[in-house]
T-cell receptor, first 113, second 113 residues
Framework: NAGVMQNPRHLVRRRGQEARLRCSPMKGHSHVYWYRQLPEEGLKFMVYLQKENIIDESGMPKERFSAEFPKEGPSILRIQQVVRGDSAAYFC???????????FGEGSRLTVL | KQEVTQIPAALSVPEGENLVLNCSFTDSAIYNLQWFRQDPGKGLTSLLLIQSSQREQTSGRLNASLDKSSGRSTLYIAASQPGDSATYLCAVGATGGGNKLTFGTGTQLKVEL
């Protein structure tokens, strides 16, 4: 049973470009969470999704950030018009239900030049 | 708003020593508490999950305790090994919040030969 798969592992973008981060949850997991880890800071919750639904996006910045988890395919975190402050590690996690143990991917590290 | 604090921020011990990592949280209305391990440039690995009704959990050389009323948890590592060197993160799940976790900033542990 493969773990949570994230890609790309490393992404470099110039200011103003778009970043797309993908996450495939563990098999059998329908709950997906995105967390962000800024340099020298702890992980912060961004968004919680189930298939085709955003359940809780209270941690998402109001502009430029969006997330989806379509019926088929991976969950995608999209950042439009990136700025240097978006440079961070973005972690995806999944679970079989909205409680209990969370399984994390290895993260996507975004660097904005 | 839940705040999670971990002390110490960094710890260096000789191999074989028993050690205790501390985690405190401000809101005792928690659903669960999880301890994770993070290796440099990697994702998070779940170590122990304690439900709010439990007092402790054990896995191998690790033991985590939870005192909800005082807002504290400890992670005890017995007979430390160099392979235990990593950052240890404490995360709290709020009642009704499921896997929307609030993380501490971690304790960076180094076990020396």
């Amino acid at each position: 049973n493969a773990g949570v798969m994230q890609n790309p592992r490393h992404l470099v973008r110039r200011r103003g470009q778009e970043a797309r981060l993908r996450c495939s949850p563990m098999k059998g997991h329908s709950h997906v969470y995105w967390y962000r880890q800024l340099p020298e800071e702890g992980l912060k919750f961004m968004v919680y999704l189930q298939k085709e639904n955003i359940i809780d996006e209270s941690g998402m910045p109001k502009e430029r950030f969006s997330a989806e988890f379509p019926k088929e395919g991976p969950s995608i975190l999209r950042i439009q018009q990136v700025v240097r402050g978006d440079s961070a590690a973005y972690f995806c996690a999944s679970s079989p239900q909205n409680t209990g143990e969370l399984f994390f991917g290895e993260g996507s590290r975004l660097t904005v030049l | 708003k839940q705040e999670v604090t971990q002390i110490p921020a960094a710890l260096s011990v000789p191999e074989g020593e028993n050690l205790v990592l501390n985690c405190s949280f401000t809101d005792s209305a928690i659903y669960n508490l999880q301890w994770f391990r993070q290796d440099p440039g990697k994702g998070l690995t779940s170590l122990l999950l304690i439900q709010s009704s439990q007092r402790e959990q054990t896995s191998g050389r690790l033991n985590a305790s939870l005192d909800k009323s005082s807002g504290r948890s400890t992670l005890y590592i017995a007979a430390s090994q160099p392979g235990d060197s990593a950052t240890y993160l404490c995360a709290v799940g709020a009642t009704g919040g499921g896997n929307k976790l609030t993380f501490g900033t971690g304790t960076q542990l180094k076990v020396e030969l």
